[in-house]
């Protein structure tokens, strides 16, 4: 679903990412982790479109997100983006609908397709009683479920989430990794880019770790969720246990200085 | 529904405005020079009256309609593409840009000229538009657009520095003062089915621009990248809605000076009533602002004792005015900036 060959991108003539490489296969449901300005929303970015590369190769779906059209690249990759300000008075119904773009033709009416898809979407993210609540009047974590259901209305092989559960209480960041899981069990590629750790290794099959713009990990959880590779990432002490009820790896962070 | 009152209203609104004058010519007489001159009645009006209904009232009623609907429809694109709701022609700078490019036109003796049947006037106030535009949007985004508020800024920075530049070439070229005023507040006073005919077809292109990119503008309200990543080309979009605005805007301040207001003001009326969807937003605007500046310009034509003439302009600011303190004080803004913690993510 992605492939990136020596990656390389960034602004004003500086790279910010700098030769990545990686690839992710249909079905898997990879973290991506690191710490601030590691790259990821430069990533994010290049890989959909926004910023065109500066070095190396990139393909998403098997197209090339610097000559693709972007309605084509929308429905491949829906993205659940983290800043997700809506300045207008739009219903959280009229969100949810604004993922069938893609599919839409200019003056067509949404189709009884593109209907199911906003309906499935809402139910499965528990928005349906926000359909008529305005977008500019919810919370901050009732926004970015809209905005979950708005990149599931969308419909595409591949979800690429940016920070997507990161204002929501953790209920609603367990729901939203819950369907997710259920989502890649039905099909769907997911790629998530996290900052809680423990969240990533609950339920990313696979992490790939960056810092400064460089890749330092990549492989299956237990492989990378290494106390070694979480201290080069984040340069600070950590520890990693097996969760007893869980099964899954899980870090603690020491403190630099210990209590007197 | 509302579009459907809109539809009403707007001949209504036209028929009045005709109506009211200093010649006591009422709505029957417009009716039946209407009859007349579409020959369906035989010749039982005198020349001067039909003269005055048709040629003097009439035409510039349309060109009211037109251009208030023309401004309400810029409004809208300028709020939708800049993400800001104090957004409108006159806000942005965009109407003084054009008024000066008109101008300098002027100036240059082109103000008669027509290439290809089409007034070159509204070219020129397109061109001053844009480079109005430009620098508003440049000095806007050396403050990295922190809060709505700097857009605005540098767009009265901007209008009111060029609104001097026109006061100024068009004193060294001795044109009275009520002429400047006039040009600088917007008037409709002495235009006919030429100015019609002049501004008509770029607006129907702005407008035609607007409907047609309306559902792309509805996700435009997501960012550039947002939108993009919803299948949207936003750079295209932006780079074709910014000119159709900017050409809207060009064709109504060359044929009637800088009107402000009209374009803040409709689309926020419109907006509370059927929601933000463009598409419906676009439609409902113009006919809204058409009737609107109909009405305003009729006002400005009546409301002096002894047949003096106001700038419609004067009245379109002392309603929307107090229109825009009331949205600074209610501090819709700050839900537009995006939000503290949006707004240091992007």
């Known amino acids: ?260 | 529904m509302l579009f459907a009152c809109l539809v009403a209203a707007s001949p209504v609104a036209m028929a009045v405005a005709s109506s009211v004058g200093s010649s006591g010519l009422g709505p029957l007489d417009l009716a039946r020079a209407l009859a007349e001159a579409l020959g369906f009645m035989g010749p039982t009006m005198d020349e001067v009256s039909k003269t005055i209904l048709i040629d003097v009232r009439l035409s510039r009623v349309v060109l009211a309609f037109i251009v208030g609907g023309g401004l309400a429809v810029a409004g809208v694109v300028f709020q939708g593409l800049l993400l800001n709701p104090l957004a409108d022609p006159f806000t942005v700078g965009v109407s003084s840009g054009a008024a000066l490019g008109a101008t300098v036109a002027i100036l240059m003796g082109l103000g008669g000229y027509t290439m290809l049947g089409l007034g070159l006037l509204p070219p020129a106030a397109f061109v001053g538009a844009l480079a109005a535009l430009g620098a508003v949007h440049y000095l806007a985004s050396r403050q990295n657009f922190a809060g709505s508020g700097t857009l605005i800024l540098a767009g009265i920075v901007v209008s009111t520095t060029l609104s001097a530049g026109i006061s100024l070439l068009k004193s060294l070229n001795e044109e009275s003062v009520s002429s400047i005023v006039f040009w600088i507040m917007g008037s409709l006073s002495g235009r006919g089915w030429i100015h019609v005919a002049f501004c008509l077809p770029y607006v129907a292109v702005g407008i035609l621009a607007a409907l047609w990119l309306g559902r792309d503008l509805d996700l435009m309200a997501l960012g550039d990248e947002g939108a993009r990543q919803l299948g949207v080309d936003s750079v295209k979009v932006r780079r074709l809605l910014l000119v159709s605005a900017s050409i809207l805007t060009g064709a109504c301040v060359a044929v009637s000076g800088v009107i402000g207001f009209v374009g803040l003001v409709v689309p926020h009326l419109v907006r509370g009533v059927i929601g933000p969807s463009h598409r419906g937003l676009v439609a409902n605007s113009f006919l809204a602002g058409g009737v609107l500046l109909c009405l305003a310009d009729a006002l400005s034509r009546t409301i002096l004792p002894g047949g003096e003439e106001l700038p419609v302009g004067v009245v379109t600011a002392l309603l929307g005015g107090p229109f825009f303190c009331w949205l600074l004080g209610r501090g819709t803004t700050r839900s537009l900036a995006g939000g503290a913690d949006d707004g240091a993510s992007r």
């Open chain 1, 1 to 260: 679903m992605i492939s990136a060959q020596g990656l390389r991108a960034g602004y004003g003539g500086e790279d910010v990412l700098k030769e990545i490489s990686f690839e992710v296969e249909a079905g898997e449901f990879v973290g991506i982790l690191g710490p601030n300005a590691f790259g990821k929303s430069t990533l994010v970015k290049t890989l959909t479109g926004v910023l065109s590369r500066s070095g190396g190769e990139a393909k998403l779906g098997g197209f090339d997100p610097g000559e693709t059209s972007p309605k084509e690249l929308a429905r491949v990759a829906a993205v659940v983006p983290q800043s997700t300000a809506i300045p207008f008075p739009f219903t959280g119904e009229e969100v949810v609908s604004m993922g069938r773009f893609a599919h839409l033709g200019r003056f067509s009416p949404p189709s009884q397709v593109d209907r199911d898809a906003v309906k499935d979407a809402m139910e499965r993210t528990d928005t349906v009683k926000l359909a008529n609540r305005l977008i500019t009047q919810v919370s901050g974590g009732e926004r970015q479920r809209l905005i979950m259901a708005r990149a599931l209305a969308q419909q595409a092989p591949l979800l690429l989430l940016d920070e997507a559960t990161a204002a929501m209480d953790v209920h609603r960041k367990i729901d939203t990794f819950d369907l997710l899981r259920e989502l890649n069990e039905t099909g769907t590629t997911v790629v998530a880019v996290m900052h809680d750790l423990n969240l990533a290794a609950l339920y990313c099959k696979r992490l790939i770790m960056m810092r400064a713009g460089e890749l330092l990990a990549d492989g299956a959880t237990a492989e990378v969720f290494t106390p070694a590779k979480l201290e080069e990432v984040y340069d600070t002490p950590m520890e990693v246990f097996t969760h007893a009820t869980t099964g899954r790896p899980h870090a603690v962070f020491l403190p630099r200085r210990r209590e007197k």
